[in-house]
């Protein structure tokens, strides 16, 4: 059985977080580390955060001195990991109980380096959608549309190297990963079930229009040289929007 690391960012998500380490405690693969990464300058959650980890062993605690940004933060968590696979999970998400086994079983059975599952969005404690996992098997099958929970993700740490981590964005910064990911010819296949939950929050950075508009401008122009006139036709594409269309029950 392979070791799995599960990288936790936390930052002003007190009301979520236990829900979110419970998720992972309770899975039915056991072998995995949690890390938990600290990344407020405000402590005052500290001391909670503290008492979860007592929870389980296997959950090592990372404390930031500042705020670096929930990117940073994964990378940091990246560094440290010992897994054969890495998961994702933000603090306000929840799996289900069979994710990672399922996951696992899937990538293993079909030779897959990376995965994502289809999930649920959440508000108010009430599924309000879905959306439908599908394959990028290209750079330009992603290109346009940044259909990717990452808390859905799912990958074998080797290909991940020193040029290809999380970058300074406030959001878009999975996206970013992605796409440099499939640039380097590797495939990201789809598991069209739901394995995971998406807590849809108004306050969120992911809520957040002017700055998924900043941080789409850097996507398109800085990481992916783009230019000016190349964005504003993604733009129109959909890709300045999140979360991307769903399915509605």
Same mark, same amino acid.
């Given at each position: 059985?392979?070791l799995?690391?599960? !990288?936790? @960012?936390?930052?002003k998500? #007190? &009301?979520?977080?236990?829900?979110?380490?419970?998720s992972?405690?309770?899975?039915?693969? &056991?072998?995995?580390?949690?890390?938990?990464?600290?990344?407020?300058? /405000?402590? #005052? *959650?500290?001391?909670?955060i503290?008492?979860?980890?007592?929870?389980?062993?296997r959950?090592?605690?990372?404390?930031?001195?500042?705020?670096l940004?929930?990117?940073?933060?994964?990378? #940091?968590?990246?560094?440290?990991?010992k897994?054969?696979? $890495?998961?994702?999970?933000?603090s306000?998400?929840?799996?289900?109980?069979?994710? !990672?086994?399922?996951?696992?079983?899937?990538?293993?059975?079909?030779?897959?380096? !990376?995965? =994502?599952?289809?999930?649920? $969005?959440?508000?108010?404690n009430?599924?309000?959608?879905?959306?439908?996992?599908?394959?990028?098997?290209?750079?330009?099958?992603?290109?346009?549309?940044? *259909? !990717?929970?990452?808390?859905?993700?799912?990958?074998? #740490?080797?290909?991940?190297?020193? =040029?290809?981590?999380?970058? @300074?964005?406030?959001?878009?910064? *999975?996206?970013?990963?992605?796409?440099?990911?499939?640039?380097k010819?590797?495939?990201?296949?789809?598991? /069209?079930?739901?394995?995971?939950?998406?807590?849809?929050?108004?306050?969120?950075?992911?809520s957040n229009v002017?700055? &998924?508009?900043?941080?789409?401008?850097?996507?398109?122009?800085?990481?992916?040289?783009?230019?000016?006139?190349?964005?504003?036709?993604?733009?129109?594409?959909?890709?300045?929007?999140? @979360?991307?269309?769903?399915?509605?029950?």
């Open positions: 059985m392979d799995v690391s599960i !990288i936790v @960012p936390y930052y998500k #007190k &009301k979520f977080i236990k829900r979110a380490l419970l992972v405690l309770n899975q039915s693969y &056991k072998k995995f580390e949690l890390i938990l990464i600290y990344d407020d300058e /405000n402590k #005052k *959650d500290l001391g909670y503290k008492k979860l980890v007592k929870l389980d062993k959950i090592l605690l990372i404390v930031n001195d500042e705020n940004g929930v990117g940073f933060s994964r990378n #940091k968590g990246i560094n440290v990991s897994g054969k696979y $890495i998961c994702f999970l933000d306000d998400d929840f799996w289900n109980k069979n994710k !990672i086994k399922e996951q696992i079983n899937f990538m293993k059975n079909n030779k897959v380096v !990376i995965s =994502h599952t289809s999930y649920n $969005i959440i508000e108010n009430k599924k309000i959608s879905t959306r439908n996992a599908r394959n990028f098997l290209n750079f330009n099958s992603l290109v346009f549309s940044c *259909d !990717i929970g990452c808390s859905t993700v799912m990958l074998k #740490k080797k290909i991940l190297f020193k =040029h290809e981590n999380f970058p @300074p964005l406030k959001t878009k910064e *999975d996206f970013v990963l992605w796409l440099k990911l499939l640039k010819r590797n495939k990201i296949y789809s598991i /069209n079930k739901v394995l995971s939950n998406w807590e849809k929050t108004p306050k969120s950075l992911s002017k700055q &998924k508009l900043f941080d789409g401008f850097k996507v398109y122009n800085q990481y992916m040289k783009f230019g000016k006139i190349k964005f504003a036709e993604n733009r129109q594409t959909g890709c300045d929007s999140t @979360p991307p269309p769903v399915t509605a029950f």
